[in-house]
Every structure is written in C-alpha cells, then in structure tokens.
C-alpha cells in the first residue's frame, strides 16, 4: 500500500510544471482568437494569464513561507501593475477604439519595474548580505555595456522623435527600467550563490523581457509595431516561467546565504565581462562605418567608465590570488606558510625591543574517530566549528591559522606567559563547552589540547615552535582536553 502511494506522489503534477505547461496552451489559444477576430474579451484575459498566474504564485508562497514573504509580495505587487495595466489599455481600446500617448495604462507599466527591482535587490541582500564588490563591478560592466547600446539605439532615437517634453520623459522611463532590471538582474546573476533551478527560470525571464521591451522599442520607432505580433507571445512565455520560478521547489534557495565571499572567476563569466566591455567601442566603430553619427561624448565616458570597471576587477581578482595563497580553504584561517613567516617577523621584532610573544599549538582530539565515525564530510564541520569558535576566543590582533590537518596555531604578540596561559586555558573551556553537530541531528562533544610557549623564554621562532609542539604532546599525553606550557 505504501508503495502504491509513494508511485502515485512520484506522479503527482507540480504547480511549477502547470505553469510551464499552461504557457503554450494560453499562446496558442490567444493567437487563435486574435487571427479569428472574435471573443476580444477572452483575448485580453488568454494574454493579462501569464501576469496574473506570476501574480497569484507569489501570493501563494508569501502566504505560506515567511521567509520569502517581503520578497513575493513585491513581486506580486509588480505582476499586479502589469496585470491592470493590461487590462486599462484594452479597455480604453475597446471603448475609444484607439489609445492615447501616454495613458493612465503607463502608470501600471513603469510602476511594476521598480517594484520587480526591488523584490530581486531583497533576493541579493539574503543571498550576500554584506558587501560583495565583485559582483557589484561585475553587474555595472554589463549594465554600462548595454546601458549604452539601449542610449544610443533606443532612448537617443525616441527623444528626437518624440514630440512633448511629458511624452519623451514617458517613453524615455522604459529603457531605462529597462536598465533597472540589467542592472539588478546582472548583479542577482553574476553574484556570489547557489544556482537553483528558480534562479535559472528568473533569469530566462529577465532575458525574455529585455529581449521583448528592446525589440518593441526598436520597432516602435521604425513604426512596424502592431499588437498581436509575436512580442506578446514572448512576454506571456516570461509571466509564466515567473510563475514557474517561484512555485518551484528550489525557490527557498534563491535566498538562501552564499558560503563564497565572492563568484569564482568562471570562463563564462568573464567571456560575458569582455563582451559587455567592448560593446561601446565596438558600436562606435560600426556606426562610425556606417556613416552614422554617435553620441561621441557618451560613447567616451562609457568607454572611460568600463575601462576604470575592468581595472577594478582585475586589481580585485589579484587581491584574491593573493589572498588565496595565504588562506586555507576549508577554515578560511591563514595558512601554515603564512603563520610561520609571520611568526619570524614578530619575534625578531619583539628580540629587538624586548617585548613578550605567545605561541599556542591546538590539536583537536580523537579527530581520526570522528572521520572514521562521520566520514570527512563530518571532520569539516568539525574542523569549521571549531575554527568559529577559535574566531571568537582569541584576542583582537591575534593570528589564528590551520596549522595541519586538525592542528591549529595562534600567535599573540605581546602576550606574556600568564596571559598566554590564560588564553589558550579559555580557547580549550570555550571549544569543548559545547557539542558539535557532525551531521544532521548528530552532535558530539569536541575537545581539543594546548601547548604554549612563548617570548622572551625563547628567542628563536623554530625553538618556539618545537617547545610549543612538545608541549602539546605532553597534554596528549597527560590524558588531553587540558593545557601545557613549555615553561
């Protein structure tokens, strides 16, 4: 019985799968009644569908994910200004039989970009709460890039012929909600975060909606625009992958907190980065060819802007080769390479103006049943717990490192010996107060052994390091979960 109904929830029918699937029956539905010509109310219900079904499941997971409600009730509220928008422009067609530019419809179009932009900034704020400056510059290369080509090809054109300074601030405010969401969707992207099955639906719906707005914009100046046209099947196709996006089960991940403090350098991304730098100096070429005059200014503080950005991104890349070559991996602490150079330089700095150094050698004990135990997926976290709790024991302006595999040191200029004593006895009551979760629902408590030893006692850093090693040993030895100094 059991099994008959495990097979029959495997067969189940997501909500996300109905949105993907309802999407080509809406279209061809649509397109049906338009190329017949009758039931013009069912046409604008078929096409305001995907708005709305994008609408109802945001309210559906506000309702009933807490987590995710600040986030889905501004979506909502955006395919809800898109939705009324919708539906004031068709009924002011059917009523006056042509629409007037711009109309009261316009304010439910250009009200639902910022508020699309702000759910998406809520998404980025969770995913990376601090500051991540690489995918910032990342997102700005791509917004500059574009941004460029949407001035020079659309906002540019459509001021010149526009007539009214009202009517070109309207027509203007499209391209550049436009660039709200590159801007904004460049940075939810390219950002630092797991990549969900969600987060790739929102992203092909951002490129569907750029895609459309370019393309209406481009053919509305060229005055080849009419209603019906396969544009309509492209925003409709966007509405529902929304809809999808956000009924899906993955959709809790997109906020969930990146582990990364930056994206990773990936091929594809910077092949997107060196695209988005030359779009301006390659646009000016080819309309330089073309007998065509740019905006020469705009196209030099653009090229000037995304050259200042690459630089930044490269000086930042650099700082973070740098900063991977002294950081250990897992921890996040600095590497052994690195603690040891620095050990040199302070006690050769305190043998010249005679002041104390400590060394501190920790050693977590029994890890090896904890990796027999738990497998190395539970060492990590032992090894990463402990490292949180290390952070948080030490003094301000020590220097904590992974000095082996489950081996730690911290070196604390100008300790003297009762107050290296006093830290590393506070580091062992603090690291073993408290169990520690190796796996899901399976906690085990973590002790770990101290050696010290310290300046001016010792004044070379290799003896430092072999009095506090043998002093470490001698812990072990003594029954562990306790300190010993070489003193």
């Keep these: 019985m059991s099994n008959a109904v495990s097979a029959v929830a495997a067969r189940r029918v997501a909500a996300w799968h109905l949105c993907l699937g309802a999407a080509p029956i809406a279209i061809a539905a649509y397109y049906l009644l338009v190329h017949l010509g009758i039931l013009p109310g069912t046409q604008v219900a078929l096409y305001v569908s995907a708005n709305a079904a994008f609408a109802g499941a945001a309210l559906v997971v506000a309702r009933r994910d807490r987590e995710l409600r600040p986030i889905m009730l501004l979506l909502a509220a955006s395919g809800l200004a898109s939705v009324a928008a919708d539906i004031t422009f068709y009924f002011l067609a059917l009523v006056d039989g042509e629409v007037a530019y711009p109309s009261i419809a316009d304010v439910g179009y250009l009200a639902a970009y910022p508020l699309m932009a702000a759910g998406l900034l809520l998404i980025i704020r969770r995913r990376t709460p601090g500051w991540d400056g690489a995918s910032a510059i990342d997102a700005a290369i791509v917004a500059v890039g574009v941004g460029y080509l949407v001035f020079e090809h659309i906002v540019a054109p459509t001021i010149q012929v526009t007539s009214g300074t009202f009517t070109q601030l309207v027509s203007a405010a499209y391209p550049v909600g436009d660039l709200m969401l590159i801007m904004v969707g460049a940075r939810l992207i390219l950002g630092a975060g797991p990549r969900s099955s969600a987060l790739r639906l929102i992203g092909g719906y951002l490129g569907l909606v750029l895609f459309a707005d370019t393309m209406y914009s481009i053919q509305s100046l060229a005055g080849t625009y009419h209603v019906a046209n396969y544009l309509d099947a492209i925003w409709m196709t966007s509405g529902f992958l929304f809809a999808a996006a956000v009924l899906h089960p993955s959709a809790p991940k997109l906020i969930a907190r990146s582990n990364a403090v930056t994206p990773d350098a ?37 090229c000037i802007g995304l050259f200042l950005l690459v630089l930044a991104r490269m000086a930042g890349l650099v700082r973070l080769q740098r900063l991977a070559a002294i950081t250990d991996g897992l921890t996040g602490l600095r590497s052994r390479r690195y603690f040891e150079e620095t050990l040199r330089h302070e006690v050769d700095r305190a043998a010249r103006h005679g002041d104390p150094v400590g060394l501190l050698l920790l050693d977590i004990d029994h890890f090896k049943q904890v990796n027999d135990t738990y497998g190395h997926g539970g060492g990590d976290r032992v090894l990463i717990e402990v490292t949180h709790r290390l952070r948080a024991l030490v003094r301000p302006g020590d220097l904590a490192a992974r000095y082996g595999g489950e081996e730690f040191a911290v070196l604390l200029p100008g300790a003297t010996p009762e107050e290296t004593l006093e830290v590393a006895d506070r580091i062992r009551r603090g690291i073993g107060g408290a169990p520690i979760a190796v796996s899901d629902g399976v906690l085990r408590a973590v002790t770990v052994s101290v050696g010290a030893a310290g300046v001016p006692a010792l004044r070379d850093a290799d003896e430092l390091v072999l009095a506090a090693d043998r002093a470490l040993y001698a812990a072990k030895n003594a029954g562990r979960d306790r300190v010993a100094s070489a003193a």
């Design 266 to 302: 990936t091929t594809g991304r910077l092949v997107v980065l060196a695209v988005a730098a030359v779009t301006a100096p390659a646009s000016l070429l080819i309309q330089h060819l073309g007998g065509r005059r740019p905006h020469v200014v705009v196209a030099a503080v653009v």
